[in-house]
């Protein structure tokens, strides 16, 4: 297997773009990194805080990871499509890389933040395995089924806590996150790495029963376009796929932005035991995140078949290519301003200061990307990744 990174000229910028994308999750993660997901917005919070909130359930959250996994499912096919052509073996390969991929993930844990994904994309990719063989179609209804069904028998009432109950108790559960909302607030950087790996597997262990279905569910989508090659020519030759796709999502996601913007003023009827809102509220939810990422995904087709457009979105294109790096890096930065062994932003900044910082943030890694990547092949931990992968030292510039 070819230690060189993927040749340009089969490199395909919209995806590339996607990923980049797709890394503006950090405008979700800001409210666990400054402890508002747990403790709530400081008092009084301004005209501005609401905004960008609404900003952030819109546009961002679940949706940049739903993307991110879909991508994680595409990019599996593509490595498997190039080991057939060029006629390499791939799975010992690719279970390197998961279990890689884990070990990074545990390390981002104990050392930086309590929330990481990686562990959970690389136990999921193992999922991904048990559909080598099964046909598009069924790939498809078991994509729907897994990523929709477990999250909604989750959510019928009583079941969320019923299902916690099996490895926490509630109250326990209200103090683990009360516990966490401390560390944050602790100026002592010793005890990190105990309470961020016992949180960690306090929170994976309540969604269990729903959340790894949901990953590879997103999983098998990508992998059914990889499989496909829709991305082939950046989507030239499917552009009336994308222009469907483009409005379905529209759609979709209207319906979930609607949901949104009366679930916060409160002008939605209360589930109060009723398994059919449950259900209703659950599948829009559900609707909303795939939408919005099937508008990223089509968005970024069509318009990168311009070349003005090509130009403008392809500043975000660097970023995509070192997406690991990235996001690992996002958790340093973002720790160190609000954990209080840093600045301490964290109970003194709402949800437009945290939008603001991960704007900003962000801005940075675009600038950041394009100047390392144009004096190396890889990002810093994509080397460390294909090092240990493959036991060779790649080269880096």
Known sequence: MSLEPVPARERFISLDILRGIALGVLIGNTASYSGRAFAGEPPN????????????DIFVESKAQTLLCMLFGFGFAMQLLRAERRGEPVMGVYIRRLLVLFAIGCAHILLLWWGDVTCGYAIGGFGLLLFLRASDRTRLVAAIVLAVVPVVVFHLPGMAERAAAVVISPSEGDAAMDHIVQVIHDPSHAHLAWEHARFALIFNAQVSSWYLFWIV?????????????????????????????????????????AQIVLHHLDLLPRVHGSASLA????????????????????????????????RVLGVIAPLGRMPLTTYVSQSLVATFVFYHWGLGWAGSVGAAGCLGFSLALFALQVACSQLWLHCFKFGPLEWVWRWLVYLKRPAMR
Do not use: S
Not at 45 to 56: C, E, F, G, K
């Open 45 to 56: 919070p301004t005209a501005l805080d609401t905004i960008a909130q609404y900003i952030a």
């Open 217 to 257: 569910g997103r999983f098998l989508l990508g992998y059914i376009v990889g499989r496909r090659r829709w991305f082939d020519r950046d989507g030239a030759d499917h552009l009336p796929v994308f222009r469907k796709l483009l409005w379905w999502g529209l759609a979709a996601a209207a319906l979930g932005t």
């Open 279 to 310: 259900i209703v509220y659950t599948v829009l939810v559900q609707l909303d995140y795939f939408g919005m990422a099937f508008v990223y995904v089509a968005a970024v087709v069509l318009l990168v078949q311009r070349p003005r457009w090509r």
